[in-house]
């Protein structure tokens, strides 16, 4: 698969503990990324973040248990993200999406075949 060089960045700030039908919320995403042939998708675990209600999370020894944040990145074209947007508004209850204009500059996908 070949991206054009102008894409979209769709970004989804949710909290490690948020959950979709018994199951992790970004593993939900990225299951639902994956079945509309979304490029990839990629969830990044933060250390130390905060929200719109300002309630800290953080990763220190003593608070291991806390509900750390997570990234859920995804590149696409603009239909292709637009496909998932139903999804994520039904099921992302707290948390923050972006979509940003971006550049692509390299997308390799090895044949699975070679």
Known sequence: MKL?????LLR???GESDT????????AI???????NLAGATVLKGIMGYGANSRLHTSKVLR??????????????QDKIETILPFLDETVTEGLITIEEIEVFVYR???PNE
Do not use: C
């Open 109 to 111: 996908h090895k044949n």
């Open 20 to 27: 979709y039908k018994g199951r992790p919320l970004y593993e």
């Open 64 to 77: 291991l248990s806390e509900d750390l944040p997570l990234v859920i990145e995804i590149v696409d074209t």
């Open 12 to 14: 989804i700030f949710i």
């Open 4 to 8: 054009p060089q102008h894409g979209k």
């Open 30 to 36: 990225v299951r639902k990324a994956r079945e509309n």
